[in-house]
């Protein structure tokens, strides 16, 4: 056998390597400071349009208050696993709070909502299985599901009769799961929930909606898809993040207490990995609080959200799917959907580009997300950047 030189971890380099020529290499900006609508990112002042930040709650003094308390009276960390000493009486509180604001039976939080997903996706199914999912869903659905070893079939984006074709051939299997986003995180459109419940019910199939970008923005006072469209009851399983909106960390599965029942047996993130912090729990505490109290910064959110949509497409830039806070614009091809990225960063803006393999070939975009707290300069100073740096790549 001749002797290896170098490192086996060499193939990398040749992976990387090809990254770099398709110009879609990146390392993440670093910000310097809390997460606000003018941040400090890579040194520069620029207008935060990259965070899932939907209501200005990451940096609230309330919630900061919160988790500071918390640390004088709980300590630092939770140095256990849910099922053996990780329960502390603020985690039972939150899920109890969450339940109730869910308006379901039961809830139970995960350490984030990539591990809802995938712990519960891969803790109710099974070989004998079928998962039919749409093509835009999330990864951490689509691992979840890899993870369950049930037959996953893919149906194209919201399209309700393709599901039902899918549902109809796979009428033998044991049981069947379909399964969407409630608010696509790179579209920022909205599943058709109404009339996937309306199908998926005939065929006796388990609905589950995945509310990460839609907790703390669409229903009353934030309450996701569901309360949105009205369909309390029909879904059996929805998942929610305390990550994007409400500002801290977690996720969550609410639905019937048999179904939480269950997954505090089965859920694998929740059974070997250890539970939040008292300060991330408490904090997610006061933003429910927040929330619960009162609406107005979601009222804000949203007017943000149509005046800065209507300035891009006013500008000429191809907005036309977002029916929520995340406005992607859409450009094409992935180089140039970083040029502008990068162009916009130099202008004072900061909007992340995204490419394949996140978005599919050919759609390549500068995905923008409005928040609550951004002022009206600032959107307009950012409708300022687009125009310039649109008409110098001739995109506009
Ligand atoms: C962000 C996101 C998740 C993961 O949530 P985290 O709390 O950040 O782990 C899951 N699903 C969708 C659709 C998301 O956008």
Same mark, same amino acid.
């Given at each position: 056998?001749?002797?290896?030189?170098?490192?086996?971890?060499?193939?990398?380099?040749?992976?990387?390597?090809?990254?770099?020529?398709?110009?879609?290499?990146?390392?993440?900006?670093?910000?310097?400071?809390?997460?606000?609508?003018?941040?400090?990112? /890579?040194?520069?002042?620029?207008?935060?349009?990259?965070?899932?930040?939907?209501?200005?709650?990451?940096?609230?003094?309330?919630l900061?208050?919160?988790?500071?308390?918390?640390?004088d009276?709980?300590?630092?960390?939770?140095?256990s696993?849910?099922?053996?000493?990780?329960?502390?009486?603020l985690?039972?509180?939150?899920?109890?709070?969450?339940?109730?604001?869910?308006?379901?039976?039961a809830?139970?939080?995960?350490?984030?909502?990539?591990?809802?997903?995938?712990?519960?996706?891969?803790?109710?199914?099974?070989?004998?299985?079928?998962?039919?999912?749409?093509?835009?869903?999330?990864?951490?659905?689509?691992?979840g599901?890899?993870?369950?070893?049930?037959?996953?079939?893919?149906? =194209?984006?919201?399209?309700?009769?393709?599901?039902?074709?899918?549902?109809?051939?796979?009428?033998?299997?044991?049981?069947?799961?379909?399964?969407?986003?409630?608010v696509?995180?790179?579209?920022?459109?909205?599943?058709?929930?109404?009339?996937?419940?309306?199908?998926?019910?005939?065929?006796?199939?388990?609905?589950?909606?995945?509310?990460?970008?839609?907790?703390?923005v669409?229903?009353e006072?934030?309450?996701?898809?569901?309360?949105?469209?009205?369909?309390h009851?029909?879904?059996?399983?929805?998942?929610?993040?305390?990550?994007?909106?409400?500002?801290?960390?977690?996720?969550?599965?609410?639905?019937?207490?048999?179904?939480?029942?269950?997954?505090?047996?089965?859920?694998? =993130?929740?059974?070997?990995?250890t539970?939040h912090?008292?300060?991330?729990?408490?904090?997610?505490?006061?933003?429910?609080?927040?929330?619960?109290?009162?609406? &107005?910064l979601?009222?804000?959110?949203?007017?943000?959200?149509?005046?800065?949509?209507?300035?891009?497409?006013?500008?000429?830039? /191809?907005? &036309?799917?977002?029916?929520?806070?995340?406005?992607?614009?859409?450009?094409?091809?992935?180089?140039?959907?970083?040029?502008?990225?990068?162009r916009?960063?130099?202008?004072?803006?900061?909007?992340?580009?995204?490419?394949?393999?996140t978005?599919?070939?050919?759609?390549?975009?500068?995905?923008?997300?409005?928040?609550?707290?951004?002022?009206?300069?600032?959107?307009?100073?950012?409708?300022?950047?687009?125009?310039?740096?649109?008409?110098e790549? /001739?995109?506009i």
């Open positions: 056998m001749s002797e290896r030189t170098g490192s086996a971890l060499d193939f990398l380099h040749d992976e990387i390597e090809q990254l770099k020529q398709a110009g879609v290499f990146r390392y993440p900006r670093v910000l310097e400071g809390a997460q606000e609508p003018r941040a400090v990112f /890579d040194g520069k002042e620029v207008v935060n349009l990259s965070s899932n930040n939907y209501l200005g709650l990451a940096n609230h003094p309330k900061r208050e919160a988790a500071r308390r918390a640390v009276t709980y300590g630092a960390g939770s140095a696993v849910r099922t053996i000493a990780g329960t502390m009486s985690h039972t509180e939150l899920e109890r709070r969450l339940a109730a604001f869910k308006r379901t039976e809830a139970l939080v995960y350490q984030s909502g990539f591990t809802a997903n995938s712990g519960t996706v891969s803790a109710i199914l099974g070989r004998e299985d079928v998962i039919i999912s749409d093509e835009l869903n999330h990864a951490s659905i689509i691992d599901s890899r993870l369950s070893r049930a037959t996953i079939k893919i149906y =194209p984006h919201k399209d309700v009769a393709a599901m039902r074709r899918l549902l109809e051939e796979s009428k033998d299997a044991r049981r069947i799961l379909v399964i969407t986003d409630g696509f995180s790179m579209d920022g459109d909205i599943a058709p929930l109404p009339d996937i419940v309306e199908v998926a019910k005939k065929y006796g199939a388990i609905v589950m909606v995945d509310d990460a970008h839609a907790s703390g669409l229903g006072n934030g309450r996701g898809t569901v309360d949105h469209f009205g369909l009851g029909q879904v059996d399983i929805q998942i929610g993040t305390l990550s994007k909106a409400i500002g801290v960390l977690g996720g969550y599965v609410a639905g019937p207490q048999v179904l939480i029942d269950y997954l505090v047996q089965r859920a694998r =993130p929740f059974l070997f990995s539970s912090p008292p300060a991330v729990t408490a904090a997610c505490l006061a933003a429910l609080d927040i929330l619960e109290q009162d609406d &107005s979601i009222k804000r959110l949203w007017d943000n959200a149509r005046y800065f949509k209507e300035g891009l497409a006013e500008l000429g830039f /191809d907005v &036309s799917g977002s029916e929520t806070p995340i406005i992607p614009v859409i450009v094409g091809d992935g180089a140039k959907a970083m040029q502008l990225s990068d916009l960063f130099e202008e004072g803006v900061f909007a992340q580009g995204i490419a394949y393999p978005v599919p070939r050919g759609k390549a975009r500068v995905r923008t997300i409005v928040t609550a707290a951004h002022s009206r300069e600032d959107l307009d100073r950012a409708l300022a950047a687009f125009e310039k740096v649109g008409r790549l /001739d995109i």
